[in-house]
C-alpha cells in the first residue's frame, strides 16, 4: 500500500492534536473562534514561546487547555488578576485570557474593569454565548431580556450589562465585538489587538444551541449563523452606549474603540526610576538555578 | 544556596513583627507582593511597596484579596517568588486561592496576621482563631504547612523558612502571626547574606520533549519551570495526569490526591518544628503557639517557683501537626495544658494525639487581649494536683 500524505491543517501546531476530540456541543461557536484565534497568531508571526493563555471557568474556560501554548486554566472569575500576576513577573510574555462572559463579567467583573483601569497590557477574548452553558444554561449578566434560561423559567427580567461601553468606561484601549459569522474580521481584529500595547478586548457572540437556542425555540448552530448574518450591523466607530445587545434586535459589530492610554508596566518603571533614580532595580526573574539573580549591596536603612 | 545580598539588610534592627516578615520575605528572594489593605496585616506590605522596587520586586495593590491571592500564582508561574498578606475578613477570601495553590502545587506564601473573628470582629486586636480555618478552609483534602512565630525575630527567621518549604515541597506556606507579635516591636538581627540559607526554585533541568510537569521527583515533588521557556506547559485545578492534563477519573483522583497529602506527611519530621523544655519527668505539659507561649512562660515559670514538675512544648510547626512529639509525651505525664486565644482549636489536635493516654485542658480566650498568666497557672496547678 502506498502511503499517501495528509496536508497537516496550518492551525495544528497551536492545538494540543491529543486532547481532542474537544467538550464542546455540536454547533458551539467557541471552537470556531479558537480557529479564528491560531490564524491570528499565525499572521501576526508572534513568538509562540513568549504567549500565555489564561482562562477561566466554563466552557469557554476550556480553552486554555487545547492550545499548545503556556496555559493556565484558573479559577472562576480569576484569569485576569492571575494573568496580571504572570505579566507583571514576566513581561515579556504576551499573556491573553480567553474566557467567557459570565466568568470575565459576573463573578470576575471586579477584576475586568481594574485591570482595564490599570490598562494591564492584557489582550482579553470574550465569548459570549448569553448564558451560563457549562451549568446547565442559566441567566448570566449578559442574557438580554425575555429569554428562557434554567434559572429563569418565565422569563428574564434582569438588565444585562453593554459589554463594549463597561469596558471602553473602564479604560480599555482597544475594544471590538463579532460574531462567530465574521470570523475573517475576527481573526484580523484579534491581530490587531495583539498589535496594541494596553488592555484589549473583543467581545465575540457565539451560539449555544443545547442551551441558550433550544430553550428559546431559536433553532440550531446554523440557524444561529443565519441570525448573526441577518441582524448584525458593521459599525466601526459606533458609541458603545449605542451598542447594547437585544433577544431579536441589531447586533452591532465592528471595532469601537482604538486609543492610547499609558501602559502599566511601562508606566510603573519609569514612574519609580524617575522618583527613585539610581536606587531603582528593574524587576527580573528567578536566574536558571532558581535564585535571585545577585546585585550590588543595598546601601539604604529602613530602619524605624 | 544563600540569600542574595541586595534583599538583605544584615544588622542589628528595632522592628515590628509585620516588618520583620516583611524583610524575612525580601531575604528569602521574594520579589513579588499582591495586597489588599487589611487591619492589623498591612505594614508587611507597606514596607514591601517601599523596599521591592530597590530590590528589583514588584508591588502591586489589588482590588480585593481574591485578586490578590490568585496574582501571586500567576506571577510564581512568571518565574518569581511571591506571597501575600492578610487577615481574618481577607483570609476568609483567599481559600479559593489557597486550594488552587495546593491542586496546582504552586509555591507560595501567605502571611496571616490574626485578629478577632467571627466577620469583621476585632479589627485591631488579636486572635488565634484561624489555626484551623487555614488548615481546612478550602473545600477537598490537602496539606499545607503552617508556622507561627511568637516574636519579631522569628517573624523574620520564619518567613524566610515558609519560603524555604514552600520551594521544597511546593505547596501554600502560611506565617500565622497575631496582631500582637504583629505590632510588638523588639530587636531583630539580620544575619549576612551568606549566613542565610534559601531553597531555591527547583527548576527542570529536562528538555522539552521529556518534561513532564506534574512528574514526582524527590520527595514526591515535581520539578517547575516558568512560562516562556518552552514546555508549553498546562496548569489546571481540575484533577490532572502527570503532563497536566485534565483527568477526572477516581483512580486519578486517588493518584493526585494521595501525593497531595503525602509529600507533606511523609515528611512531617522535618518540617514540624517545636521548642521543647523541662518535658523529660514533668507531670504536666504546657502546648503552646505564638503570642500565647510567651503568656505561658510566664505561668509555667510561677509553677516551677511553686515545685510543680512543668515543662513546655512550644509549637513553631502547626502544620502539619506534630503529632509524634505529643504521642511520645502523652503516656509520660498527667496531663496537657493547653491555652490560645480561641475557644478551642489546636487543644482538638493535642487531645487526639494524646490519645486517651493522659488528660488534656484547654485554657481558652475568646481573644481581644493576650490571656492573664494566671489563668494558665491555675489550670496547670489543677493537671498537676
Known amino acids: 500500500m502506498s502511503s499517501v500524505a495528509i ?3 496550518p492551525v495544528e501546531p497551536f492545538l494540543r492534536s491529543e486532547r481532542m476530540p474537544h467538550i464542546w456541543c455540536p454547533g458551539c461557536g467557541i471552537g470556531t473562534t479558537v480557529n479564528c484565534f491560531t490564524r491570528a497568531l499565525l499572521d501576526s508571526k508572534a513568538d509562540l514561546t513568549k504567549l500565555a493563555i489564561v482562562s477561566g471557568i466554563g466552557c469557554t474556560g476550556r480553552v486554555a487547555g487545547y492550545t ?7 479559577t472562576h472569575g480569576r484569569a485576569i488578576p492571575f494573568a496580571t500576576g504572570l505579566k507583571l513577573a514576566n513581561p ?3 499573556v491573553v485570557v480567553y474566557s467567557g462572559d459570565g466568568d470575565l463579567f459576573a463573578i470576575g467583573g471586579n477584576h475586568l474593569i481594574h485591570a482595564a483601569r490599570r490598562n494591564v497590557n492584557l489582550k482579553v477574548i470574550c465569548v459570549n454565548n448569553l448564558i451560563y452553558a457549562m451549568t446547565g444554561g442559566q441567566t448570566a449578566p449578559t442574557t438580554p431580556g425575555d429569554v ?3 434559572t429563569a423559567p418565565y422569563g428574564t427580567y434582569d438588565p444585562a450589562f453593554n459589554l463594549p461601553y463597561l469596558v471602553e468606561a473602564a479604560g480599555a484601549v482597544y475594544v471590538a465585538r463579532w460574531t462567530t459569522f465574521h470570523v475573517r474580521q475576527l481573526a484580523k481584529s484579534m491581530a490587531e489587538m495583539f498589535q496594541k500595547k494596553g488592555f484589549g478586548f473583543i467581545e465575540v457572540l457565539s451560539p449555544c444551541p443545547t442551551l441558550y437556542q433550544r430553550r428559546n425555540k431559536m433553532g440550531d448552530g446554523l440557524d444561529a449563523m443565519k441570525f448573526y448574518k441577518q441582524v448584525s450591523k458593521i459599525k466601526h466607530g459606533a458609541p458603545t452606549s449605542e451598542v447594547a445587545l437585544s433577544k431579536s434586535g441589531e447586533i452591532v459589530v465592528g471595532k469601537f474603540v482604538d486609543r492610547e492610554r499609558p501602559e502599566y508596566i511601562g508606566t510603573m518603571n519609569t514612574y519609580l526610576e524617575q522618583q527613585l533614580g539610581e536606587r531603582y532595580v528593574e524587576p527580573h526573574t528567578l536566574s536558571d538555578d532558581g535564585g535571585c539573580s545577585g546585585g550590588e549591596l543595598e546601601v539604604i536603612s529602613c530602619n524605624r | 544556596m544563600h540569600a542574595d545580598p541586595q534583599g538583605v539588610l544584615t544588622g542589628a534592627h528595632f522592628l515590628d513583627g509585620d516588618h520583620a516578615a516583611c524583610e524575612g520575605a525580601i531575604a528569602a528572594g521574594a520579589r513579588f507582593a499582591a495586597g489588599y489593605p487589611i487591619t492589623p496585616s498591612t505594614e508587611v506590605v507597606e514596607r514591601f511597596a517601599m523596599r521591592a522596587p530597590t530590590v528589583g520586586g514588584t508591588f502591586i495593590q489589588m482590588e480585593d484579596e481574591l485578586a490578590a491571592s490568585i496574582t501571586i500564582q500567576g506571577a510564581v508561574w512568571g518565574g518569581v517568588k511571591a506571597f501575600t498578606v492578610t487577615s481574618g475578613p481577607g483570609f476568609s477570601l483567599m481559600m479559593e486561592h489557597i486550594g488552587y495553590a495546593a491542586m496546582t502545587e504552586t ?4 502571611i496571616n496576621v490574626q485578629r478577632g473573628g467571627p466577620s469583621t470582629g476585632l479589627p485591631t486586636l488579636p486572635a488565634q482563631a484561624d489555626m484551623m480555618q487555614v488548615r481546612w478552609g478550602s473545600h477537598g483534602d490537602y496539606e ?7 516574636s519579631p525575630q522569628e517573624c523574620f527567621d520564619l518567613t524566610i523558612k515558609a519560603f524555604n518549604f514552600s520551594e521544597q515541597y511546593r505547596v501554600p506556606v502560611f506565617v500565622m502571626l497575631d496582631e500582637v507579635v504583629g505590632h510588638m516591636t523588639e530587636k531583630v538581627i539580620i544575619p549576612p547574606a551568606e549566613e542565610i540559607e534559601i531553597e531555591p526554585r527547583h527548576f527542570t533541568k529536562k528538555a522539552p520533549k521529556d518534561f513532564r510537569l506534574y512528574e514526582p521527583e524527590a520527595n514526591q515533588v515535581p520539578d517547575m519551570v516558568k512560562a516562556g521557556d518552552g514546555y508549553n506547559i498546562h496548569v489546571t485545578g481540575l484533577t490532572h495526569d502527570q503532563r497536566g492534563y485534565p483527568d477526572m477519573t477516581p483512580p486519578m483522583q486517588d493518584v493526585l490526591v494521595k501525593r497531595l497529602q503525602s509529600k507533606i506527611l511523609d515528611n512531617a519530621d522535618k518540617i514540624c518544628l517545636f521548642e521543647k523544655e523541662n518535658v523529660e519527668g514533668a507531670d504536666v505539659v504546657v ?7 510567651r503568656v505561658a512562660q510566664r505561668a509555667v515559670d510561677q509553677a516551677r517557683e511553686k515545685g510543680v514538675k512543668v515543662g513546655k512544648l512550644r509549637l513553631i ?6 503529632e509524634r512529639v505529643i504521642s511520645e509525651i502523652a503516656p509520660t505525664i498527667k496531663g496537657f495544658v493547653v491555652p490560645e486565644l480561641n475557644l478551642g482549636q489546636m487543644v482538638r489536635e493535642v487531645e487526639r494525639c494524646a490519645g486517651g493516654k493522659t488528660r488534656t485542658v484547654r485554657v481558652s480566650h475568646a481573644g481581644g487581649t493576650v490571656h492573664n498568666p494566671e489563668s494558665i497557672l491555675n489550670a496547670i496547678l489543677e493537671v498537676a494536683r
Open chain 1, 68 to 74: 499548545n501554548l503556556d496555559s493556565f486554566h484558573t
Open chain 1, 7 to 9: 496536508p497537516q491543517n
Open chain 1, 148 to 150: 428562557i434560561t434554567s
Open chain 2, 317 to 322: 510547626t502547626a502544620w502539619p501537626f506534630p
Open chain 2, 287 to 293: 502546648v503552646s503557639y505564638g503570642i500565647t507561649s
Open chain 1, 92 to 94: 515579556e510574555l504576551n
Open chain 2, 144 to 150: 499545607i504547612i503552617a508556622l507561627c512565630p511568637n
Open chain 2, 107 to 110: 509555591p507560595c506564601v501567605f
